[in-house]
């Protein structure tokens, strides 16, 4: 299947765009599409075909999952809505909070702030619901106070702001890099040595644009420190670790892609766990019913913005990933 690159339009609602790409018969309708619009996830496309704002040859397309037909599609990309959160009452870990910034103990499961198609439940409207209106707006209206993010299954401590002047502070900290961030990581076998630092730029795979990847070219600097802090199962050949991650910087994934590098994915990674477990891991992981990766921000320290107060927060391990550190202990 060749697609024709996309032209654009006027001819659609006000606002909106109209693009029009020709494709050719096979594969996958939603894939092809994707394929021939970079600019547009297949998820978004999928919601465009569902809102019937994707035509073929004038005629409405209602199922993404069909063949694609040879013709010309007409898809109408509405202009984009700013997100508002809206305040929820979801129950909140605190472990400080004052005038200036709030720090949070995050379970895995909740994403940091809104994002296409995941609009409710998170973080940001837990937060609008416990601070009300003192969040700070620098990050924007979709991620008020965020200064810095962890992954949505990845549990731990996260600072956020709730004035312009801690944000401003915050965020000088983590650009230059004086911020204390311990990671606790459970991996399939142990990286070797057992001590050391990975450094290499992390960017968007070339191989597939939803993963991160060490690149060669472009991508940004990365650097992460580690310390095996026991094994299990064969000292010669471990089935599993427990490292301690310290990041030097603080890049998308940058522990999990790191950790794969090195032949020692976070166990239960759905992305980059690459290869499988031995089976008296998986039997523990199921055992102790851990259905994410097993990273946790355990340590997070830095000196207040506002006071100059030096701060530390630490979390234990949350359940899923402690029972599994017990179970991996029995190997």
């Known amino acids: 299947m060749t697609p024709t690159p996309p032209d654009t339009d006027d001819d659609a609602e006000e606002g909106s765009t109209l693009q029009v790409v020709t494709l050719e018969a096979g594969g996958r309708l939603d894939k092809a599409l ?38 010309e599609y ?36 909740i994403a940091m702030h809104p994002a296409p198609g995941s609009e409710r439940g998170t973080l940001v409207n837990a937060l609008l619901h416990h601070c009300g209106d003192s969040l700070s707006g620098i990050g924007g209206v979709a991620r008020p106070g965020i200064v810095h993010r962890i992954d949505k299954d990845t549990s731990g401590v996260v600072v956020v702001a709730k004035t312009d002047a801690a944000h401003q502070g915050l965020s000088a900290l983590f650009a230059d890099h004086d911020i204390d961030r311990m990671y606790v990581a459970l991996t399939r076998g142990a990286p070797s040595p057992i001590k050391g630092t990975i450094e290499g730029a992390i960017g968007r795979s070339p191989n597939d644009r939803k993963k991160m990847a060490m690149v060669k070219t472009g991508g940004r600097h990365a650097i992460t420190h580690y310390a095996v802090e026991k094994t299990f199962g064969p000292v010669t050949k471990p089935l599993g670790a427990r490292v301690a991650c310290r990041l030097e910087t603080g890049r998308t994934h940058q522990i999990r892609v790191h950790l794969a590098s090195k032949g020692a994915p976070c166990l239960g990674d759905p992305t980059y ?43 234990p391990l949350p359940d899923d990933m402690a029972r599994l550190e017990a179970l991996l202990g029995k190997l």
């Open 34 to 71: 994707a394929a021939a619009l970079p600019t547009l996830s297949r998820a978004r496309l999928q919601a465009l075909i569902a809102e019937g704002r994707v035509s073929r040859d004038g005629a409405v397309v209602t199922d993404g999952a069909a063949k694609a037909v040879a013709g």
């Open 74 to 109: 007409r898809i109408e990309v509405p202009p984009p809505v700013a997100a508002e959160p809206e305040p929820e009452a979801i129950p909140l870990r605190v472990l400080f909070e004052d005038a200036h910034l709030i720090v949070i103990d995050k379970p895995a499961g």
């Open 273 to 315: 766990g690459s290869g499988s477990p031995s089976q008296p891991v998986k039997d523990a992981i199921a055992a102790a019913g851990l259905t994410r990766q097993a990273l946790h921000a355990a340590v997070l320290g830095f000196v207040h913005p506002i006071t100059g107060e030096t701060m530390r927060f630490e979390s």
